[in-house]
C-alpha cells in the first residue's frame, strides 16, 4: 500500500507563496495520478490539481487556475502543488491521494476515484 505525506503548509499573507509537497513510500506511486484536494471549514472536499503519472497532463479547478502549478518528481516520489498569490480563501487543509486505477490518465475531479489519502497540511491565509 502506497502512504503518502503531505507537507509545507503553514499561516502566510495574501499575496505570498506556499508549496507543498505529498511524498509516497512506494515507487509505485510513479504508476499513479496524483490529486490534490482541500476542504475548508463548512465547505465541501474540493478538488484542486491534478496530475497524471508521467506529468504531463495537469488540471486544475476554476479558482486556482494560474495561481497553482502540480508538479512531480518520480524519482523523488514526490508531488508538488506550488501556490502562488494567495488567497484568503484558499485556506484549507490541503490532502494528496492516489488514483485507485492505473489506467486513470486525467486526472479525475471526483474524490471517489482516489484512495490512500495522506493525514492533509493546514494552509492559512491571512488578509
Known amino acids: 500500500q502506497v502512504q503518502l505525506v503531505e507537507s509545507g503548509g503553514g499561516l502566510v499573507q495574501a499575496g505570498t507563496s506556499l508549496r507543498l509537497s505529498c511524498e509516497a513510500s512506494?515507487?509505485?506511486?510513479?504508476?499513479?495520478?496524483i490529486g490534490w484536494f482541500r476542504r475548508a471549514p463548512g465547505r465541501e472536499r474540493e478538488f484542486v490539481a491534478g496530475?497524471?503519472?508521467?506529468?504531463?497532463?495537469?488540471d486544475y479547478v476554476d479558482s486556482v487556475k494560474d495561481r497553482f502549478t502540480i508538479s512531480r518528481d518520480n524519482d523523488k516520489a514526490t508531488v508538488y502543488l506550488q501556490m502562488n498569490r494567495l488567497k484568503p480563501e484558499d485556506t484549507a487543509m490541503y490532502y494528496c491521494a492516489k488514483g485507485r486505477s492505473r489506467y486513470m490518465l486525467r486526472p479525475s475531479h471526483d474524490a471517489n476515484d482516489y484512495q490512500n489519502w495522506g493525514q492533509g497540511t493546514q494552509v492559512t491565509v491571512s488578509s
Open positions: 512506494d515507487v509505485l506511486f510513479k504508476l499513479y495520478t
Open positions: 496530475i497524471g503519472q508521467k506529468g504531463d497532463i495537469t
